[in-house]
């Protein structure tokens, strides 16, 4: 063809761009279908990228005019981005009921309505809007801090830009799943493994030009932060998204009970096939928002939504090799080598073999055929052994009785609570000094949930550590940026980054940094408790000298498994330097609480017995949201108990003798302006 017919051609189409595209970004009725649109922008840039000649004002490689950053500008959610819990069967819905029902002090014989929508497998994001205007966009980020993706966002056509219906929010954060269709993802031409991989990349790569040109899809399902909006159910909800002018999922339903969820969730895991675009499970929400409200959060997650995963991907491998990876916390993880095979879309060469009692229980060996699953996020795993194709001269595995990193002797804990030795064995070698413990526990220090310092990642935590560089957390804070920038693959620019990121994260909350120690038993929600009860880094130092524990006992959460942890992890004199090496390093914030003003400030309260209509957790949470503080010992510490049905009368009695106010649940309503 000669060059005046291509351009003659290519200057059609972006004519057609030209004229669509207003139409499209102001989203008034289009003139093409969307697909067309996407067709004929990804045909403008094939041409473009064949003959260099080409160019346009109006390509879409030009639609917005932004520069390039280094790193995205990182902004706090208003209200946190949170995962959800998954179910994976009939026995994890019931589970997931009971505990609702459980919370709300509800009769089982009362339903509750469900919205049931299909959980887009794609990259979540946040759009901000004020007065009927997409002011910001924002990336999940770790859940509490997003990226600022605003010009990326912007370039997707399901993304309104202006809203003018009259009942949208003041202001709202819309959040909603950022995707790309089965079928255009097999036009483009980069190399991506998958649709949300691609959906992902392109998401947060730099230059919105590059983001403009793949075919990104936007879902709406739920909203964060919002003012001035009166809906009362999620199904309300999802049908005002659609007035306002975002797309919702058309496979959206309401439902109640069970069995009528599992009816839809068959329905639809053998639709699956046909959908356009991958769908990993479906998202049980209660559909009220009163209740939803009721119910509140637990650590990472709300009561009152649970994602019911469809059943996984299988195929078969031969086992090359079983090896022991050690974790932070001593246990010893057998892991599965595989040959590698492809799984429902993703290359499996890793899969956990969980623990001794596992392998143990299936036989497995190596160079066993075996039967690897993988379901969505969740670790590919050994479901069985084809014992008709095992070699004759197989052995039975020998499950190492020492820690192969350090050679000390491995025990199984004896479980208290349920009476039983643990399947997980357990280096017994204090922290430290067991090399793969200590690496995976610093780690944990700089990982997302702890320290959360940017660009350190796994590798150049093993890679430091060989080195010498860092052999415990608090050398992070000292370390010497002229060496690191000799280092092979470091320079000047890289290094003072990374001195950058650590120099930002010597302030630290004291929630983050009691986590960050990686004590066992100490998780996020327990390291939170922890914090709120001692409100300053000097109560937390303090409390190690004068090693008064028992106070913890008041706090509800902490029992004795969480003490006996702090106290071993305090009995061993690394540990002792580590803290005392990190305190001179940082400044770990005090707990400022919200609303410290509530109807209950400073006082402290007890549960005895059943109360009518608020479960205890609910009473708990509600005690907590007006400020007041719940203790689990009567002690001259508490203001009052609330005795409900059948309280325990040994409590009720040492109360009286301490002079505490002993009040009913009638009593405890009013002091929240509530009667009941
Ligand atoms: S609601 C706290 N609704 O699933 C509520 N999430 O594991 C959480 N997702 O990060 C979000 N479809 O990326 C919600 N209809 C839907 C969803 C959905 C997909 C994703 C989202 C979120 C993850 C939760």
């Given at each position: 063809m000669k060059n005046y017919v291509i351009k003659k051609k290519y200057l059609e189409k972006i004519n057609k761009f030209k004229d669509s595209s207003k139409y499209y970004y102001e989203k008034s009725s289009p003139k093409i279908i969307d697909s067309e649109f996407d067709s004929l922008k990804i045909e403008i840039l094939k041409l473009e990228k064949k003959y260099k000649f080409l160019k346009s004002e109006y390509s879409p490689a030009n639609i917005v005019g932004y520069k390039p950053s280094k790193n995205f500008e990182k902004i706090k959610h208003k209200v946190p981005m949170l995962s959800l819990g998954n179910a994976f069967n009939e026995e994890d819905l019931v589970n997931f009921e009971k505990k609702i029902f459980n919370f709300l002090s509800l009769k089982n014989i009362e339903s509750i309505e469900y919205s049931a929508e299909p959980k887009i497998d794609g990259i979540s994001a946040s759009l901000i809007y004020k007065n009927g205007k997409f002011i910001k966009g924002l990336s999940r980020g770790d859940g509490k801090e997003g990226e600022n993706i605003t010009e990326n966002l912007k370039t997707?056509?399901?993304?309104?830009?202006?809203i003018e219906a009259k009942n949208f929010p003041k202001e709202i954060d819309i959040r909603g799943e950022v995707f790309i269709q089965n079928n255009d993802f097999e036009k483009i031409n980069e190399k991506f493994a998958n649709p949300r991989n691609a959906a992902s990349g392109s998401l947060r790569q730099k230059n919105p030009s590059i983001t403009s040109k793949i075919p990104l899809k936007f879902i709406a399902y739920t909203h964060g932060y919002e003012e001035g909006m009166k809906i009362n159910t999620q199904s309300n909800f999802l049908k005002n998204l659609k007035i306002w002018g975002f797309k919702t999922n058309p496979l959206n339903r309401t439902i109640k009970g069970i069995k009528n969820l599992i009816l839809n969730h068959e329905n639809l895991e053998k639709k699956r096939k046909e959908i356009n675009f991958d769908i990993d499970g479906i998202v049980y929400k209660v559909d009220s928002f009163e209740l939803q409200k009721r119910l509140g959060f637990a650590a990472n997650a709300p009561r009152w939504a649970i994602a019911h995963k469809f059943s996984a991907n299988s195929s078969v491998s031969e086992i090359l090799n079983i090896e022991i990876q050690i974790g932070r916390t001593g246990a010893l993880t057998p892991v599965a080598k595989i040959k590698p095979v492809n799984i429902g879309g993703v290359m499996v060469s890793n899969a956990t073999l969980h623990n001794e009692d596992e392998i143990n229980r299936k036989d497995i060996r190596i160079k066993d055929t075996v039967t690897i699953e993988r379901a969505g996020d969740v670790i590919p795993h050994v479901i069985s052994v084809d014992l008709k194709k095992r070699k004759k001269n197989s052995k039975k595995f020998i499950f190492p009785v020492?820690?192969?990193?350090?050679g000390s002797k491995t025990v199984k804990d004896f479980n208290e609570l349920t009476k039983k030795q643990d399947a997980v064995r357990r280096c017994t070698?204090?922290?430290?000094?067991c090399e793969k413990i200590a690496i995976e526990k610093i780690k944990h220090f700089v990982s997302k949930e702890a320290f959360?310092?940017?660009?350190?990642?796994k590798k150049i935590v093993e890679n430091f550590w060989k080195i010498n560089l860092?052999?415990?957390?608090?050398h992070i804070f000292k370390l010497d940026f002229k060496k690191i920038k000799l280092l092979e693959g470091w320079g000047e620019l890289s290094a003072s980054n990374l001195k950058f990121s650590i120099d930002k994260k010597k302030t630290i909350s004291l929630e983050r940094f009691i986590y960050s120690?990686?004590?066992?038993?100490?998780?996020q929600e327990n390291a939170k408790l922890l914090a709120g009860h001692l409100k300053s880094s000097n109560n937390f130092f303090k409390l190690f000298q004068n090693e008064s524990f028992n106070d913890l006992l008041n706090i509800d959460g902490i029992g004795d498994t969480q003490i006996k942890s702090i106290k071993n992890f305090l009995s061993n004199r690394t540990n002792l330097k580590v803290l005392s090496e990190l305190k001179e390093s940082l400044l770990i914030n005090n707990v400022v609480q919200f609303n410290n003003n509530g109807l209950l400030k400073n006082k402290t309260f007890m549960l005895t017995g059943k109360l009518t209509g608020v479960s205890r957790a609910e009473a708990k949470s509600l005690i907590e949201k007006n400020s007041g503080k719940i203790i689990s010992n009567v002690s001259k510490k508490l203001d009052y108990l609330i005795i409900g049905e059948k309280p325990t009368t040994k409590k009720i009695n040492n109360a009286k003798k301490l002079n505490i106010n002993v009040i009913n649940q009638n009593e405890w309503m009013k002091m929240l302006n509530k009667t009941s």
């Open positions: 997707i056509k399901d993304i309104p830009m202006a020492n820690c192969p990193s350090c070698s204090e922290g430290y000094d959360n310092i940017d660009g350190f990642g860092v052999k415990l957390p608090q120690l990686g004590i066992r038993h100490i998780g």
